[in-house]
């Protein structure tokens, strides 16, 4: 149980573009998605937490109107990245955490985004 | 702020070999402390946890114990096999968020 899906797994977008990537929980239902983000040899880094029905919460020295995440249902939340830019190419991963009392964060398999 | 550091990889080990990833951390408070691994194109899993001092995390013959005198969390595994080729990360729980170490790549040889 507690799958974590990302769609898509690879996405190539040219510069100026925007694009969106989506996570869902398959079999449970997310109170708060987080999303990361990952560069080569490095550690994830946080991006932002979001609760369905409410605005996402930034980390600081992360552009909320670049990087507009959208938790609209308990299953599914979105980033899009907005006019990307070739230093926006990374890897982003999200992940989920169901009710109350649970602590334990479940990861989807990631995206890789190249900005060209 | 909080930080996680965790020993550079790759680790390349033959089958059946004792393993050790070191992990230490920093932090203000007593946070709870993870291991996650990643396999080939797939997300990260959590391995073990321990949420105070002297805690042991177990799973998979992997465990790992809560230092709190010398802010460590070491992964170990006695005997480790080909199927335990991965990343693993060290982590810690800091209000609710989870900082990561940078993750230790580990390649086992038959």
């Known amino acids: 149980g507690a799958v974590v899906s990302q769609h898509p797994s690879r996405v190539i977008c040219k510069s100026g573009t925007s694009v969106k990537i989506e996570c869902r929980s398959l079999?449970?239902?997310?109170?708060?998605m987080f999303w990361y983000r990952q560069f080569p040899k490095q550690s994830l880094m946080l991006m932002a937490t979001?609760?369905?029905?409410?605005?996402?919460?930034?980390e600081q020295g992360v552009e909320k109107d670049k990087f507009l995440i959208n938790h609209a249902s308990l299953t599914l939340s979105t980033l899009t990245v907005t006019s990307a830019h070739p230093e926006d190419s990374s890897f982003y991963i999200c992940?989920?955490?169901?009710?109350?009392?649970?602590?334990?964060?479940?990861f989807g398999p990631g995206t890789r985004l190249t900005v060209t | 702020g909080d930080s996680v550091t965790q020993m550079e990889g790759p680790v390349t080990l033959s089958e059946e070999a004792f393993l050790t990833i070191n992990c230490t951390y920093t932090?203000?408070?007593?946070?709870?402390l993870f291991w996650y691994v990643q396999y080939p194109g797939e997300g990260l899993q959590l391995l073990l946890k321990?949420?105070?001092?002297?805690d042991k995390g177990s799973n998979k013959g992997f465990e790992a114990t809560y230092r709190k005198e010398t802010t460590s969390f070491h992964l170990e595994k006695g005997s480790v096999q080909v199927s335990d080729s991965a990343v693993y990360f060290c982590?810690?729980?800091?209000?609710?968020?989870?900082?990561f170490g940078t993750g230790t790549r580990l390649q086992v040889f038959p």
């Open positions: 079999d449970f239902q997310a109170t708060t």
């Open positions: 982590a810690l729980s800091d209000e609710n968020k989870l900082i």
């Open positions: 321990a949420t105070k001092a002297d």
């Open positions: 992940s989920a955490r169901g009710g109350s009392g649970t602590y334990e964060q479940y």
């Open positions: 932090a203000t408070g007593y946070p709870s």
């Open positions: 979001s609760n369905e029905g409410s605005k996402a919460t930034y």
